[in-house]
């Protein structure tokens, strides 16, 4: 280029609604769990940048906050973004779901934003492809669960059940728990018409759901540990710790953990920080997803091996750029036409009268 700047054009800006982003994603749960592995290969290579999430939260509306998750990610993806997701639990209660969220791409050359997704489903979608993946990799050695209890039932048990399936697992048993009945029932409702084969029990207590289950999927809104005997976990299951804050440190202190990222994982008061804060270490953390997918580590079969992902930013910017170019390539985006305005420095100059505007 001959030292010369390259010129960069202003790239359009769309808006990507939620049936688009579901139109894309729904049925591809392999190639996009293959995506969500690529990320957390090119995370564990440093190929990211994956600052500390920011919690707003709210003096008069202590059960809720909104977070925003900004994060840049390199490989064949080259994109920057944030994530702007809120949960606000109350909303159950008016029959809308917990959370709501907007994913913000921008152009990895200019900075210009280049879309606004509509994100609670590429959130739950990525936060399911993770757990599917994990699930996967830390079974290889101790052999695939056939019976799993869910803990919680709403969204995201739902998308991490369907990419359980979509990846090929079969259950021989399905556990179903919830404080709340009704949920419950909808969640089994939901599994029988599913077709999934496996026998469905919902159980009454944490205990009977744990105890009968070789894989536990935490995905409640709890916002301290409710759990609390180690003794429940004697069978050493495989536990997806999706909500990050169901376990006392005890039964984090008795297990086999693997985490997404140690950093952002042990704060915010999540289970492992709460294990941190308790021993004043981090000895009980066995390493990452990324050091399994590298081998360097195997989950033990003699503990119960706990997967406890806080969420990166980085998964949301690449299933984001995902349903993005496939929208582009159908033609299909909902451009916002002259979304950028007043873009020359100095203003752009009224001939006819001589001035600029």
Known sequence: MNGQIPPFAIPSFAVVPGAQVH??????????????????????????????????????????????????????????????????????????????????????????????????????TRTAASAALAADLLSRERGRPRRVGFFGVGLIARYIHTYLRGSGWEFEEIGVHDLDAENSEGFRSYLEHDGDGGRITVHDSPEALIRSCDLVVF??????????????FSHNPLVLHVSLRDLAPEIVLSSANIVDDIEHCLKAETSPHLAEQAVGHREFIDGTLFDVLSGRISAP??????????????????????????IHERGELAVVADFFHDVHRYGEADRSEGRHV
């Open 301 to 326: 079969a003699d503990r119960p091996v706990v997967f406890s992902p806080f969420g990166l930013g980085v998964l949301d910017l690449a299933v984001g750029k995902y349903v993005y170019d496939r």
């Open 23 to 124: 139109q894309v994603l729904s049925g591809d749960e392999r190639r996009v769990i293959s995506l969500v592995e690529e990320v957390y290969r090119a995370h564990g290579e440093g190929d990211s940048v994956n600052p500390p999430s920011y919690f707003l939260r709210f003096p008069d509306r202590p059960s809720s906050r909104i977070i925003a998750l900004p994060a840049s990610l390199g490989g064949q993806t080259r994109i920057d973004g944030l994530k702007w997701i809120s949960s606000f639990p109350e909303n159950i209660h008016a029959g809308i779901p917990r959370a709501s969220a907007v994913l913000v791409l921008n152009d990895r050359d200019t900075g210009y934003p280049i879309a606004c997704m509509e994100s609670s489903i590429i959130s739950a």
């Open 219 to 232: 995905a409640t809104v709890a916002g301290t540990p409710h759990v609390t005997d180690p003794g429940w």
